[in-house]
Structures are given as structure tokens and as C-alpha cells.
């Protein structure tokens, strides 16, 4: 019953900005941890940014200063503004979410559990 579905991704050049949205329905737990996977062709899903209920966020070394995670609960959404893009971060993000009880949030997404959205495509070209 839990839902996410993606949004903003796009083609950009080398340089250039894209904000991501995911919209939530469904997730009624306080307790929660989220984040943004993507995932390039041919290569492993990998974390790139995450963030918990209250707002502690931890990124990837390779978009630490570039890429920013945020929510809004009122709107029922997440966000990753990325900034600063390059060819390397082409590839479909992911939004996902997983309980945090017990602080296994994170480890329950970095196994491939939780709930997922479907993707959106991010294209940068230099």
C-alpha cells in the first residue's frame, strides 16, 4: 500500500542542475529512513544520499558538495537537488523508504528491501 513514484529527472549537460521529487503515499510510520539509489547501465544499484525522520542525511563520497537530500513531510515528498553534474552520475534514481526501527533503515535499502519507487532517468552529457 505504500507507494513512491519519482519525478524530475532529464537530460543535462555537464555542469547543469536537476532537482528529483518523489511523492510518498501510504507510509503512516514516524519512524523512517529514506533514500535516493540510481543505478548506471551495466553497474550495481549504489546509495548516493539518504536522510531519517529527523533529518540526520549521509551521502556517497563521489556527490558529497554537490547533491543535497530534503524532505518535506507536509508535502509528503523527497528531494535530491543535484548540482555541479557530471557523466558519471547518468543513470535511473531511485527513491526508497524502509522503517527505522531499531536504526536499520539503511541497512534494510542497502539490501534491496523496503519500498521502491520505479525511477527516473538522469542523462548528463558533457
Known amino acids: 500500500q505504500v507507494h513512491l513514484v519519482e519525478s524530475g529527472g532529464g537530460s543535462v549537460q555537464s555542469g547543469g542542475s536537476l532537482r528529483l521529487v518523489c511523492v510518498i503515499s501510504g507510509y503512516e510510520f514516524s519512524n523512517y529512513y529514506m533514500a535516493w539509489f540510481r543505478q548506471a547501465p551495466g553497474k550495481e544499484r549504489e546509495a548516493v544520499a539518504a536522510?531519517?525522520?529527523?533529518?540526520?542525511?549521509v551521502y556517497a563520497d563521489s556527490v558529497k558538495g554537490r547533491f543535497a537530500i530534503s524532505q518535506d513531510h507536509a508535502k509528503m515528498s523527497l528531494y535530491l537537488q543535484m548540482n555541479s553534474l557530471k557523466p558519471e552520475d547518468t543513470g535511473s534514481y531511485y527513491c526508497?523508504?524502509?522503517?527505522?526501527?531499531?536504526?536499520?533503515?539503511?541497512?534494510?535499502?542497502?539490501?534491496?528491501?523496503?519500498?521502491w519507487g520505479q525511477g527516473t532517468q538522469v542523462t548528463v552529457s558533457s
Open positions: 536522510i531519517a525522520t529527523d533529518g540526520d542525511t
Open positions: 526508497a523508504a524502509a522503517f527505522n526501527s531499531g536504526g536499520r533503515g539503511l541497512r534494510t535499502l542497502l539490501a534491496g528491501e523496503g519500498y
